[in-house]
């Protein structure tokens, strides 16, 4: 009597050749979309920007608007970009990706464009004498640099970008006694939750 072929031995169903370029298909499709995209976005490196910023925005508030709160806010902006810089080039070897590649150009170049025009705009503003609109104009641009650029990094800087430019919308909308306090909602508050969502999610 010829015994019953059991579950366990018989043989595997042969995967067609379709079902393999599929598979091949979607790991370059996938391979191909990392490597376009700017993944060294720091995350404890944005947190600990935002740290600096609630600490600036506790100082500036002693000032009302002039030299010694714009030096402030000045000083902070150049302490914030040592600290990013910092952090990418150290998310970067320690995740043993290049710091110069396509998606780090694309990147730097997408948010260079409205930095540059809220500087623009600010030095336009200081020497109108209209210092108190300079807070929503900071936030408003910085928030569309970020989403410019996140267009070439992982999702959530996109979503923190629209965050800052909604935020810098309300910011032309309240009294300009709050400039210190909306800065370091913005700039801190949103910078620390997003950099521990990023640095949890995306590797530091």
């Not at 990392?34 to 944005?46: A, E």
């Not at 925005?57 to 030096?71: D, H, K, L, N």
């Not at 919308?169 to 210190?180: G, V």
């Amino acid at each position: 009597m010829v015994e019953r072929a059991t579950a366990s031995s018989r043989p595997e169903r042969p995967v067609s050749v379709a079902e393999r370029a599929d598979d091949n298909l979607r790991f370059i499709r996938e391979t191909m979309e990392r490597s376009h995209l700017f993944t060294s976005v720091p995350g404890y490196g944005g947190a600990l920007m935002g740290l600096t910023a609630v600490g600036a925005a506790v100082i500036a508030s002693q000032y009302s608007f002039g030299g010694e709160w714009m030096t402030i806010w000045l000083v902070e902006a150049v302490l914030a970009l040592l600290v990013g810089i910092f952090a990418i080039w150290q998310k970067t070897k320690s995740s043993d990706s290049p710091l110069v590649s396509v998606a780090a150009k694309k990147f730097a170049l997408s948010f260079v464009p409205p930095a540059v025009c809220g500087a623009a705009i600010t030095y336009g503003l200081w020497q109108s004498g209209d210092q108190a609109l300079m807070v929503p104009v900071w936030i408003s641009c910085y928030g569309a640099a970020v989403a410019c650029s996140g267009i070439f990094s992982v999702r959530t800087v996109p979503v923190m970008g629209w965050s800052f430019i909604v935020a810098g919308l309300l910011a032309f909308l309240i009294p300009s006694t709050n400039a210190d306090l909306m800065m370091g909602l913005t700039f801190g508050a949103l910078h620390i939750v997003f950099g521990i969502f990023i640095g949890r999610r995306h590797g530091g």
